[in-house]
């Protein structure tokens, strides 16, 4: 058997056209649907980046392994401590460390370990193949080393290669000469001129009016990022450099499907595509950015082709994208390991539904914002730590399945159900941390918070409430002193 894990960042489900998509972004991805299965209700439990991966090949939630945020202590994997042996954890219960234990030679093709200073990534690959520009690259810089891997080792048995492409990332890049296949073509309908025009009025980084986070500079080395959403023709130029980033990602996706295929390996091939997280494309105002532990940041694609299972099938089930180990486990004829937290759906690879996943999902975010969400039933509470100077209110209900872009707060209107989600996420907490290993039993999320909250907005917000005078919302000033007395940037100021 032989597995292609197709790591693509930044990338929405709701963007490809096996998922409703309006727009032909991945008629390859689409393929590889229709032979697998598709997972609809599936989530990273701690977005973004680096949280999201150390969940999914440590198989454990951010709350264990300490890493929640993108900086300070919480970016770094915790020390195991006095029961650490002559090698740790991550030797031998990291996804490619395990699938080398049921015989897999396994290759990564990522800068992601030297562009987070995540070594731990590394870790049980018997190749790294570091294609150099820390997420940068476009799609033509990493094909090349993924179709000369192919040529040399496809026809080997038990192969594993996890190949990151990093097109759908901001700031969108598709090189110039794709063109753009979307003009004229309709954007997301929701966002209408009256929506906009909030979205403007809007305050906290990435916002409309500073795409580049805290500023709406032009970068003319990227011709398709937009630095500030002025109007509806900046909405929909938006979301044509995110979506062609997605087909120009998606056609290199079509050299590596066609390359396999002429090695003949298509027949015993498992290919899995998935995320390390989403993106918010106007969600709370956001652009170009994976903000929040919401709806539209967590949720991510999962599509598992996979020799004898259900073909152009769907899973409504929900899913962590930690439950990827034990489930591989399962349908290899493994033993999950005593660490992992996740959960095996491999009956649903097989037959669709036969599961029904979890009863409810708790996401987290440290990096952009203090965040933890429940998501349950069509219901998604959130409760904010520290707002990343958007103004969030400290609890926030949505039903998204009425409401995926999380327009409308229901908090105030069903307070049993804020009440019930606020319950969930205490009891849960209560259980992580009652299950942490000795000297382990402190919430990553609160050391964030007492570093000086999320890296990416930490030390700003003097700054910002300067840009906020200039672009006539100083209203938000004062809120945000008050919320953010402690910030490095305005500590200790009169």
């Not at 938000?476 to 002193?481: F, G, K, M, S, V």
């Amino acid at each position: 058997m032989r597995i292609l894990f197709l790591d693509l960042d930044t990338l929405r489900p709701d963007h490809l056209g096996c998922y409703g998509y309006h727009r032909n972004t991945s008629p390859n991805i689409d393929q590889i649907a229709a032979e697998g299965v598709r997972f609809d209700n599936y989530y990273c439990s701690d977005a973004p980046c680096l949280p999201s991966r150390a969940a999914l090949f440590t198989g454990r939630f951010g709350i264990h392994t300490g890493v929640v945020g993108h900086g300070g202590t919480a970016a770094d994997i915790r020390l195991q401590g006095p029961d650490r042996g002559f090698a740790d954890l991550c030797r031998h219960d990291n996804l490619p460390a395990f699938l080398r234990s049921q015989g897999f030679k396994a290759a990564s093709i990522s800068p992601f370990a030297e562009r987070h200073g995540a070594w731990w990534f590394n870790a049980g690959f018997n190749e790294m193949h570091n294609t150099g520009k820390g997420g940068m690259e476009s799609a033509e810089e990493v094909t090349p080393t993924a179709l000369d891997w192919i040529r040399r080792n496809a026809k080997g048995d038990q192969w594993f290669l996890h190949l990151n492409y990093w097109d759908p990332h901001t700031p969108y890049r598709a090189p110039a000469d794709f063109g753009n296949p979307f003009e004229g073509q309709p954007v997301a309908q929701w966002i209408t001129p009256d929506i906009l025009e909030l979205h403007r009025r809007a305050v906290g980084p990435h916002t409309a009016r500073e795409i580049g986070m805290y500023n709406s500079d032009p970068l003319p080395q990227f011709p398709r990022h937009v630095p500030e959403v002025r109007h509806m023709e900046d909405v929909r130029r938006h979301f044509d450099g995110y979506d062609c980033g997605i087909a120009y990602m998606d056609q290199h996706i079509g050299q590596v499907m066609n390359a396999l295929a002429d090695e003949g390996v298509m027949d015993d091939l498992v290919i899995i595509v998935s995320s390390d997280h989403a993106e918010n494309q106007g969600e709370f105002g956001i652009y170009a950015e994976h903000a929040t532990a919401d709806h539209a940041t967590c949720r991510i694609p999962m599509i598992i082709r996979w020799p004898g299972g259900a073909r152009g099938a769907s899973d409504a089930g929900l899913h962590y994208n930690l439950d990827l180990c034990p489930t591989l486990a399962a349908l290899l004829g493994g033993q999950p390991r005593a660490s992992w937290d996740g959960v095996s759906y491999a009956s649903s690879v097989l037959r669709p539904g036969s599961d029904g996943g979890r009863e409810a999902l708790v996401l987290s975010q440290c990096a952009h914002v203090c965040q933890r969400s429940v998501r349950w039933g069509p219901w998604l509470y959130m409760r904010t730590y520290h707002d990343g100077f958007h103004l969030f209110a400290e609890e926030m209900l949505f039903n998204v399945s009425t409401d995926p872009h999380q327009q409308r707060d229901l908090a105030a209107d069903q307070p049993a159900l804020t009440n019930e989600g606020a319950a969930r996420l205490l009891r849960w907490e209560h259980r992580m941390l009652a299950g942490a290993p000795a000297g382990h039993a402190a919430d990553p999320l609160w050391t964030v918070m007492q570093e000086g909250g999320p890296l990416h907005a930490r030390g700003h917000l003097k700054s910002y409430c300067d840009r906020l005078k200039v672009t006539k919302r100083a209203w938000a000033i004062p809120e945000l002193l008050r919320r953010h007395p402690d910030d490095p940037s305005v500590r200790g100021a009169a």
